[in-house]
């Protein structure tokens, strides 16, 4: 008899413990799944994500537009510019001037709407677009550019 109280007293137990556990595992998912659903629909997810996407296009769009500026540039102006200023004929400043030309051009190409978005990230738009005139430059001059 004894045996017999023993085994059910066990049985019983066991179905106590498997209760608990699945009851636990069930919360335990529910929230998850609540939490999950909550990341899901949270606004400031979806506009980070969206401000990111933003900004690597207008900063696309910008390299796109430095380049083409500085690829003109060095077609019409700059490499006659330097030519004079190795033999003396005109200052360095005057390629610093053509510089601010150019970035004059990318700028009014900018949006006020693009320019907004760029304010959030970038602390100087002047220093970021020199930046990339001078990269452009740079890579025109590494692909033989004079």
């Given amino acids: 008899m004894k045996e017999i109280v023993l085994n059910v007293f066990t049985s019983v137990m066991m179905v106590l413990v498997v209760s608990a556990l699945y009851t636990g595992i069930t919360y335990l998912k529910k929230y998850v799944d609540e939490t999950v659903s909550r990341l899901k629909n949270d606004e400031r997810l979806k506009n980070n994500a969206f401000a990111q996407s933003s900004f690597y296009f207008i900063e696309s769009f910008i390299a796109g537009l430095t380049k083409t500026a500085v690829a003109a540039m060095e077609q019409t102006k700059a490499s006659e510019l330097r030519e004079r200023v190795a033999q003396g ?5 005057d390629l610093k001037a053509l510089a601010i030309e150019v970035r004059d051009g990318v700028k ?11 304010d959030k990230y970038i602390l100087n738009l002047d220093s970021y677009i020199d930046e990339r005139i001078e990269a452009s ?7 033989g550019v004079k």
């Fill in 89 to 93: 004929l005109a200052s360095k400043e």
């Fill in 108 to 118: 009014a190409q900018i949006t006020p709407l693009m320019k907004d978005e760029l």
């Fill in 137 to 143: 430059v740079l890579e025109l001059k590494r692909n």
